[in-house]
């Protein structure tokens, strides 16, 4: 597969490199190819290469010492991931990439986005950005986690993800279908499959979405935003 050096500035990290930055970074870089369920690293392996999304869509999940899997953050194209060996001596890989669907990346040494960084601020404040939502996300989730009930949770999972993935459809209203599977969504909101599928069950009785195995269509955003916020009562 070959790579347009331009198509790197879709990349936050990467939006105000010059040109000549963009077809090194390219030139450096390896496309990998998975199928989907496949994994572009496993949690704890040395964190060698960073990844960018170039198709397809992947998740990071964390698997604890009990073997609970929970699903940190969806990965979507152009999306730059893994980066931890970039910034820290000896680092591994504190999550695991897999693929959800056929999914491409390229793939760069960490030593060289770090030998980059030394005389490119753009690369330093656009990483910082980078972690900063990323710290805060995991900050609101988990005071989702300690302090939100089990169904508002998943609503809020769910409208998150949404924003994230979510493909919007016309007909006798507006709706929007995400591919997730009920374990997705399990590992995304910390609760159990069990308690997914009771809840959308429930909220497939009351018009609010429509579950199949590998989807969920939202047929009333409006209503799961009352629940995430509390209002449904």
Do not use: C
């Amino acid at each position: 597969m070959k790579m347009d050096p331009a198509d790197l500035r879709r990349v936050n990290v990467f939006k105000d490199a010059p040109e000549e930055d963009l077809k090194l970074f390219v030139e450096k870089g390896i496309v990998r190819s998975i199928e989907e369920g496949e994994f572009f690293f496993f949690q704890g392996d040395p964190a060698a290469y960073f990844y960018v999304l170039i198709e397809g869509r992947a998740k990071l999940l964390q698997t604890s010492a009990t073997g609970q899997q929970v699903n940190l953050r969806t990965i979507t194209e152009w999306q730059m991931f893994g980066a931890l060996g970039a910034v820290r001596e000896n680092a591994t890989y504190p999550a695991t990439a897999q693929a959800l669907e056929p999914s491409t990346a390229l793939a760069i040494e960490s030593s060289f986005l770090k030998e980059m960084m030394q005389n490119r601020p753009y690369l330093n404040i656009n990483l910082m950005q980078l972690m900063t939502s990323y710290i805060m996300e995991m900050q609101e989730r988990y005071r989702e986690l300690a302090t939100e009930r089990v169904e508002r949770r998943i609503a809020l999972t769910i409208l998150r993800l949404a924003a994230q993935i979510g493909k919007r459809t016309e007909g006798d209203g507006m709706t929007v279908e995400l591919p997730l599977t009920r374990q997705d969504v399990a590992e995304a909101s910390g609760t159990t499959m069990f308690t997914v599928s009771r809840v959308l069950a429930d909220w497939e009785r009351r018009g609010l979405v429509a579950a199949g195995r590998e989807r969920v269509v939202i047929r009333n955003p409006h209503g799961l935003v009352q629940i995430s916020e509390g209002l449904d009562q």
